[in-house]
């Protein structure tokens, strides 16, 4: 008797941890709860909240003149984006991002395929290391160093007119709308440094998607008869399909949402990102740079949708 | 009840609006609240950190104790949003910005009974309109200069006379057409570079002011700049790309800021600038106060400094401006001379249209086109509508 009454004087006294420690054991689901509290904070708070403001930002308009805000619903902002100027840098951008995802999974299919299926001990780690190393210099580096690559008086034009080539590219760029004055100020240009700076997030999801793939199956299909064409279309990539989407989804995306890589190369046409960035930066138009922002929220919201539909998160 | 109640409100709200109204202007500078913060362009507040040479802060701050702090701005939209959001005392802002700020009420009057030296100032920009509204100021002239046409003089065996070379295609002397070898600034005030243009030489457009453009004359300036767009392969908005674009892009003419010239010929690029026969646009900036400024008493000293001590001198040197003070040029307070004030443009004053913001009502027109649809097109113009 006079033990359990020591015992019980100790477990009081052992005081306030001990006590939570036993209400956490008798009740496992408040321990997940305070474990998820701080992360769903975080994410509705920090994420969720600054996006839902962004949101309703947009149903505000500006008083052009002053540059203050009207706190008043409208959807006259929407309408803006309607605007032939203001939906040609939506088209424009939208085009970009769709010519940029094609041409990365045309150049990422078979980097991706070599490294998944015949690179193999050190020669796969470097294969990692190349398709790594972009992303760990600086991407504004990267950026000025293909200007000074494009520039008229620049690395390129100054290899090709070694090579006497140089007529090859005047020719291209005398061509309407890809062509400029220099390979800097064009369209091509932006599309190049584009599909140069994304083309690892589109690699990655496709060699992971690859080395799924079963070796015996590309066997199965040359033993049936199959020519490598048609092993290729209707046994490799479809079976790879999955990772070339969610690769889209990298290099669509970040071309949808990238202001820095067209100010600096390209014609000066305002690009998605660029309009955001200017109209709340600049021009202190939150609303409209608002409404810009949602364009591509809508959009991927649509590209996703689809991605999912074509099973594209079994690859990530 | 219901009656004193609606008494109460109005009562506090006229006591709140004269509570404002008397803090609308200050009659006297009390002690320092021992900080300041300016909205400033890149290179306008120096304390000797980029170059120990240039340096008008620090005087400042041990005479007053006003610890001053900088926030950069690259554009004047930006200077009127960070406005907006509040939060700074100063802003030297151009001309462009400045109607914005006193339309908008983010700035307040100034009191110039409490800045000793404002009889120092320029007589031509002590009332100008970009800061003085009905005859009350809401700043104090902190610099200004001319947006030059800066050209690469290999490709002009002499300098070039108008500014038809950014805007017309033409062949050069060196035997090339200017297409794609021109540049043009990023910013829809650029629409009054094309509006000056057509003053000289398409005078039946009677356009007077190249800020005050009716629907017609506005019309054809924009066409002039869709046919300058055919020119240009890149609009600049950032000095060091512009700098860049003329070492390696093979780029001949450009409105440009003497700033960049400075910096191309000290890179010894061959390029020199010139104000051609139309004149040409400028921007002048003015220190304005803002309404809820927390440190006004600093604020002041600050423009007093700004006109009476060392800064106006040595600032024109480092940014290639002239000062509002032209006693600055030649009293040897700083770094500045008489010559290197003319070459910023001090002589050619009178061919200069400053910066200011186009509005609907407007004094030399019926009606003009407002800023926010300058915004718009010019965004247009550039994206090849």
């Given amino acids: 008797m006079a033990q359990t009454d020591a015992s019980l004087v100790q477990s009081r006294n052992e005081g306030l941890g001990a006590r939570l420690s036993d209400t956490l054991w008798r009740r496992p689901s408040l321990l997940l709860f305070l474990l998820l509290l701080p992360p769903v904070l975080w994410l509705g708070i920090i994420y969720l909240g600054s996006l839902f403001a962004l949101l309703l930002q947009s149903f505000f308009s500006i008083d052009h003149f002053t540059g203050m805000i009207n706190y008043e619903f409208t959807l006259r902002t929407y309408a803006e984006l309607f605007t032939p100027a203001n939906f040609d840098i939506i088209l424009r951008t939208v085009l970009m991002a769709a010519c940029t995802t094609v041409a990365s999974a045309i150049i990422a299919f078979p980097i991706a395929f070599y490294a998944a299926r015949y690179a193999k001990g050190r020669w796969r780690a470097v294969f990692y290391l190349g398709i790594m190393m972009p992303l760990w210099s600086s991407y504004l580096v990267k950026i000025y160093a293909w200007k000074l690559i494009l520039a008229k008086e620049g690395i390129l034009t100054w290899a090709l007119e070694g090579l006497h080539l140089n007529w090859l590219l005047d020719a291209y760029l005398s061509l309407p709308v890809v062509g400029g004055n220099s390979l800097s100020v064009s369209v091509t240009g932006t599309f190049i440094v584009f599909v140069y700076v994304w083309m690892p997030f589109m690699i990655l999801p496709i060699q992971a998607a690859l080395e799924r793939v079963p070796t015996s199956m590309l066997e199965a299909s040359g033993d049936l008869g199959a020519r490598p064409g048609q092993t290729f279309r209707h046994v490799l990539f479809p079976l790879a399909l999955p990772g070339v989407v969610a690769g889209s989804i990298f290099t669509f995306s970040l071309t949808l949402g990238d202001y820095i890589i067209p100010q600096i190369i390209g014609t000066s046409r305002l690009f998605i990102g660029q309009a955001v960035y200017q109209h709340q930066g600049i021009a202190g138009n939150i609303p409209l740079a608002a409404a810009f922002a949602v364009v591509p929220i809508v959009i991927m919201g649509f590209y996703l949708w689809g991605a999912k539909r074509m099973g594209a998160f079994d690859a990530l | ?385």
Avoid at chain 2, 92 to 110: C, E, F, H, N, Y
Avoid at chain 2, 317 to 333: I, Q, Y
Avoid at chain 2, 362 to 382: A, F, K, L, N, T
Wanted: hydrophobic share 40%.
């Fill in chain 2, 1 to 385: 009840m219901k009656q004193t109640f609606i008494t109460a409100v109005v009562s506090s709200i006229t006591a709140a609006s004269v509570a404002t109204g008397s803090l609308a202007q200050m009659t006297e500078i009390g002690e320092g609240e021992g900080e300041l913060s300016i909205v400033a362009w890149a290179g306008y507040i120096e304390r000797g950190e980029t170059d120990p040479a240039f340096d008008w802060v620090t005087k400042f701050e041990e005479e007053t104790g006003c610890m001053v702090s900088v926030k950069t701005a690259n554009t004047s939209d930006e200077m009127v949003a960070l406005m907006n959001e509040g939060g700074f005392d100063l802003v030297t802002a151009s001309g462009d910005a400045s109607l914005r700020m006193i339309a908008g009420k983010r700035v307040q009057p100034i009191n110039i009974d409490l800045i000793p030296s404002w009889d120092a100032v320029d007589d031509r920009l002590k009332d100008a309109p970009w800061h003085t509204v009905d005859g009350v100021h809401y700043g104090t002239p902190y610099m200004w200069g001319p947006n030059v046409l800066m050209y690469n003089t290999e490709a002009f065996a002499e300098a070039p006379t108008s500014w038809s070379v950014v805007f017309e295609e033409t062949t050069l002397s060196d035997g090339q057409s200017n297409a794609g070898r021109v540049q043009a600034y990023d910013g829809p005030i650029h629409i009054a570079d094309a509006a000056n243009y057509l003053m000289h030489h398409q005078p039946d457009l009677g356009i007077k002011d190249p800020y005050e453009l009716t629907q017609d004359q506005y019309n054809a300036a924009l066409d002039l700049l869709r046919q300058q767009r055919e020119l240009v392969s890149r609009y600049w908005h950032d000095a060091f790309i512009q700098i860049d674009d003329f070492k390696n892009e093979g780029m001949v003419a450009s409105g440009s800021w003497p700033f960049q010239v400075n910096l191309l010929q000290a890179d010894d690029v061959k390029v020199a600038s010139v104000i051609p026969e139309e004149g040409a646009t400028g921007w002048a900036d003015t220190t304005m106060l803002h309404a809820d400024a927390e440190h006004p008493n600093c604020a002041y000293k600050w423009m007093e400094h700004q006109l009476s001590s060392n800064l106006q001198s040595d600032l024109s040197v480092w940014f290639g401006a002239v000062p509002s003070v032209p006693s600055a040029c030649t009293d040897g307070r700083g770094m500045q001379t008489q010559e290197g004030c003319d070459a910023n443009g001090l002589a050619q004053f009178d061919q200069i249209k400053f910066w200011k913001t186009p509005v609907a009502q407007c004094e030399s027109q019926d009606e003009c086109v407002p800023y926010y649809r300058w915004v718009s097109d010019y965004i247009g113009v550039i994206g090849g509508r």
